[in-house]
């Protein structure tokens, strides 16, 4: 009971830290059957005559799971701290929300040189009004789409939160996404790459 929850726990929370109940429950998941595969097929070696005579082959496999348990974890964590809980406010309307660093965001408006973040639908649909916010239609291109057209609106305010800190975006300008890009996904806006430096990095109140 104390190797699979208590310290399993602890390993998860000093590892990632507390990004909110889903973010930390899939931690932990993730986490515990690392532990239960990794110790299943040391149990099935054990079994093995060659595994248990050959030192070499002993620490060969130690080291495999070693590594690829260092490289899962260390990617997990880099995706996790880059998630920032974050508000948008727009006259006396706000919403708190979840966004997410995203390094391939270069998208700016070619009329004002304004960054754009981009918001999923759902949460455009509840936070902004066609009889109260001004939409204009900005240029983009990606992948399968050589001439697109994103919704994009101005807040009044965006404010991304790093730890004790927090970077305010003033006239922040927010596109609007289809649902399924942020189907399944742990955050609701993917953040300019240029509007925020990521954890590691310095950051600086933008005014």
Known sequence: MIAHFVL?????????????KCSY???????????????????????QHIFSQNEILQMLVAAAVVVTAVICFGERRVYGNHIYP?????????????????SGNQLTDPYTGQEISILSGSVAE??????????????YRSLGEKDGLIAVTNVDEMTVFQGKRAVKIPHAAIGTADKMLFDGK???MLLNASSIMPQGGKTENKN
């Open 8 to 20: 399993n726990t602890g390993m998860v929370f000093f590892c990632f830290g507390w990004e909110g």
């Open 25 to 47: 429950l899939e931690n932990w998941v993730v986490t515990y059957f690392m532990c239960v595969i990794q110790g299943g097929a040391l149990e099935w070696l054990l079994e």
């Open 86 to 102: 974050a508000e948008l406010k727009k006259g006396e309307r706000h919403i708190r929300l979840r966004a997410y660093w995203d």
């Open 126 to 139: 509840k936070f902004f009004t066609k009889e109260k916010d001004l939409v204009r239609f900005v240029p």
């Open 186 to 188: 742990e955050y609701e």
